[in-house]
């Protein structure tokens, strides 16, 4: 079946500093990619998104890139702050569908 | 506004009790999903509502039941609950079927002894 594999599970960064989380997955036929932030006992909220037809996609101190040849995506999150601290999850479409498939999730702790 | 609510907040039941999850969203959205999470394992597909009067399952659907009530409401079932179906839920939807945000709402834990 179709598979999400994020790395790493769980990311230290001091204040300031920037934070990558990297996610790769199977379905050469997925064309969405959205990011979601989830603090302790909250839900999932979306933080960014991208689509196939676009390399880079950037919103303020968050950034994703696509590389649909390797399958893989990535966040970028920089001049990171104690609030960024949660988990963030990966996700991708399958084919053109509203069918998720969920990377297993990254806890980023920011310390000030 | 309130986006997408679900009831009950939290719920514990016994092995082999059933009970129903309530979802409902009041942004007109077409598709409506639900999940569930566990330590360690991100969001998993239960069922899915890609347009109202339809439903398909998703990723983990075995040990539960959906109904599309109206383009609002989508309710999980657990006919019969076992440990294993302990986690949270959570519901979401979205204005379209692909390539479209999906809101969620905030979510049920559950523990089933």
């Known amino acids: 079946g179709e598979n999400v594999e994020q790395h790493p599970s769980t990311l230290s960064v001091q204040e300031g500093d920037s934070a990558v989380i990297k996610c790769t997955y199977s379905?050469?036929?997925?064309?969405?990619f959205p990011w979601y932030k989830q603090e302790l006992g909250k839900r999932p909220q979306l933080i960014i998104d991208?689509?196939?037809?676009?390399g880079e996609k950037k919103d303020q101190r968050i950034a994703v890139t696509l590389n649909k040849t390797a399958k893989h995506f990535s966040l970028h999150i920089t001049e990171t702050q104690p609030e960024d601290s949660a988990v963030y999850f990966c996700?991708?479409?399958?084919?053109?569908?509203?069918?998720?498939?969920f990377g297993q999730g990254t806890t980023l702790q920011v310390k000030p | 506004n309130a986006g997408v609510t679900q009831t009950p907040k939290f719920q514990v039941l016994k092995t082999g009790q059933s009970m129903t999850l309530q979802c409902a969203q009041d942004?007109?959205?077409?598709?409506m999903y639900w999940y569930r999470q566990d330590p360690g394992m991100g969001l998993r597909l239960i069922y899915y509502s890609a347009s109202e009067g339809t439903t398909d399952k998703g990723e983990v659907p075995n040990g539960y039941n959906v109904s599309r009530l109206n383009k609002r409401e989508f309710s999980l079932r657990l006919e019969s609950a076992a440990p294993s179906q302990t986690s949270v839920y959570f519901c979401?939807?979205?204005?379209?079927?692909?390539?479209?945000?999906?809101?969620f709402g905030p979510g049920t834990r559950l523990l089933v002894l």
């Open positions: 379905d050469s036929a997925s064309n969405y």
């Open positions: 996700a991708a479409s399958i084919g053109n569908t509203g069918k998720l498939i």
């Open positions: 942004m007109n959205h077409n598709s």
């Open positions: 991208i689509r196939s037809n676009v």
């Open positions: 979401a939807s979205s204005e379209a079927w692909s390539g479209e945000t999906q809101y």
